[in-house]
């Protein structure tokens, strides 16, 4: 919600699990700033009715909860990393795609402002006490929990295990490792400036995988 009233196209809506009382807030956010090029990635834990707001969506098995073993058709399926946030699960979906630089922002993974810890354009509300102090990305110390620490660690492990791609943050939050933090205006001078259809490009990308029956899903 925060980057389309921002005027910011949403290529992917990467989720989790969320409540059924979510599907209200996604209808209520796509309403009131329609966004038809965006496609829906969730897990298969999540409420079936997000799909009917989306005109494209992808299903993918989360490992940590079920034997996928048995219940996915192959383990491409399967994202990986994909847990314990939902910012989990968007750095490993970006990833799986293959890109040569993710650019990681707004993930801060704590707080440099216990007083405004959130976003106020986010959609949700996340209640959290941040009684830990890790290093920053961009200062030498914010505030942070166990909860958010977890997240952190993945991703690190996501970033390790992925070799061939460059990452770089832009966060005013935690200091991820593998991840250099940079300034918007550093990565513009560094980034490979090629200019792409990116939503022709995720439209074939969609059409790649396989159909699924989300109904049942």
Same mark, same amino acid.
């Given at each position: 919600?925060?980057?389309?009233k921002?005027?910011?196209r949403?290529?992917y809506?990467?989720?989790l ?8 807030n ?13 496609i829906?990635?969730?897990s298969t834990?999540?409420?079936p009715?997000l799909?009917?707001l !989306? ?8 490992p940590a ?6 219940f996915s058709?192959s383990i491409?399926h399967?994202?990986?990393y994909e ?6 699960a968007?750095l490993?979906?970006?990833? $799986?795609l ?8 707004g993930v801060?993974l ?13 959609l949700? =509300?996340?209640? *959290? ?7 920053g ?6 505030? $942070?929990n166990?909860?958010? =620490?977890?997240a952190? *660690? ?14 770089f943050?832009?966060s ?10 940079i300034d ?5 001078l560094?980034a490979?400036?090629k200019? /792409?259809n990116i939503s022709e490009?995720?439209v074939?990308l969609y /059409?790649? !995988?396989?159909?699924a ?5």
């Open positions: 919600s925060s980057l389309l921002a005027g910011i949403v290529d809506l990467i989720l699990e969320r409540g059924l009382n979510n599907y209200e996604y209808r209520d956010t796509l309403t009131s700033h329609p966004s038809p090029e965006t829906l990635v969730c834990t999540c409420a009715k799909h009917t !989306f005109e494209k969506s992808i299903v993918y098995y989360r909860l079920m034997p996928t073993t048995l058709p491409d399967v994202l990986h847990g314990p946030q939902t910012t989990n968007g490993a979906w970006v990833v $799986s293959g890109y040569e630089n993710i650019v990681i922002a801060d704590g707080t440099a402002n216990q007083d405004a810890p959130r976003s106020k354009g986010a949700g =509300i996340s209640p *959290r006490d941040f009684d830990v102090e890790v290093k990305n961009k200062r030498d110390l914010v505030f $942070s166990r909860v958010l =620490i977890d952190k *660690r993945v991703k690190e492990i996501c970033i390790r295990n992925s070799q061939n791609t460059n990452f943050n832009l005013d939050g935690a200091y991820i490792e593998g991840a250099k933090p918007y205006k550093d990565y513009r560094i490979r400036h200019r /792409k490009e995720n074939c /059409k790649s !995988f396989p159909n029956d989300i109904t049942s899903a």
